[in-house]
T-cell receptor
Framework: GAGVSQTPSNKVTEKGKYVELRCDPI?????LYWYRQSLGQGPEFLIY????????DSGLPNDRFFAVRPEGSVSTLKIQRTERGDSAVYLC????????????FGPGTRLTVL | AQSVTQLGSHVSVSEGALVLLRCNYS??????LFWYVQYPNQGLQLLLK??????LVKGINGFEAEFKKSETSFHLTKPSAHMSDAAEYFC??????????FGTGTSLTVIP
């Protein structure tokens, strides 16, 4: 079956612009996670959704970052006033019910802020 | 606080040799521990996980890991390396709360 997909695969933007990154989880998975992976680092937790609600958004670095999951499936990570330090690979993962289950990761979106 | 330390950002082994990738964690409560693998141009894939059952956990592709509470370690091993094992390996921990903490990764090279 289809895995987790993320679009776009690559995004280049200019400093100060707004970007949206999309995640399509595996159908039927109620839990969804966003991570950020900088070069040479492991994934860094950003936010965890259970259904439509953000169960834990404590990993979002500041108020320029926001994520939604209005219908409990597709999620969008939104970054306002992008900065060069936001450049990273943004990973999305989903799991069937929650934190006890295996997370299935998408291939990521590589964001480059010039 | 919870954290994960992976010793050795790069490990090289000969084909057929033992693979040992080290992971140490810090956690104030019994943790859930995971190993993920990332092949080139692919997403992270779960190798195995420890959830307080048996301390020796067997995963996919012949990998296993042993939870040692006294050493706060969860090292990954495989008796005989294959060329197809070349990848980036990440150890992760989840203790309290909703967050997963990943290590910085170990890149495994297999020499023919």
């Amino acid at each position: 079956g289809a895995g987790v997909s993320q679009t776009p695969s690559n995004k280049v933007t200019e400093k100060g612009k707004y970007v949206e990154l999309r995640c399509d989880p595996i159908s039927g998975h109620t839990a969804l996670y966003w991570y950020r992976q900088s070069l040479g680092q492991g994934p860094e937790f950003l936010i965890y959704f259970q259904g439509t609600g953000a169960a834990d958004d404590s990993g979002l670095p500041n108020d320029r970052f926001f994520a939604v999951r209005p219908e409990g499936s597709v999620s969008t990570l939104k970054i306002q006033r992008t900065e060069r330090g936001d450049s990273a690979v943004y990973l999305c993962a989903s799991s069937l019910y929650g934190l006890e289950d295996e997370q299935f990761f998408g291939p990521g979106t590589r964001l480059t802020v010039l | 606080a919870q954290s994960v330390t992976q010793l050795g950002s790069h490990v090289s082994v000969s084909e057929g040799a033992l693979v040992l990738l080290r992971c140490n964690y810090s956690s104030s409560v019994p943790p859930y521990l995971f190993w993920y693998v990332q092949y080139p141009n692919q997403g992270l894939q779960l190798l195995l996980k420890y959830t307080s059952a048996a301390t020796l956990v067997k995963g996919i592709n012949g990998f296993e890991a042993e939870f040692k509470k006294s050493e706060t370690s969860f090292h990954l091993t495989k008796p005989s390396a294959h060329m197809s094992d070349a990848a980036e390996y990440f150890c992760a921990v989840r203790a309290t709360g909703n967050q997963f903490y990943f290590g910085t990764g170990t890149s495994l090279t297999v020499i023919p």
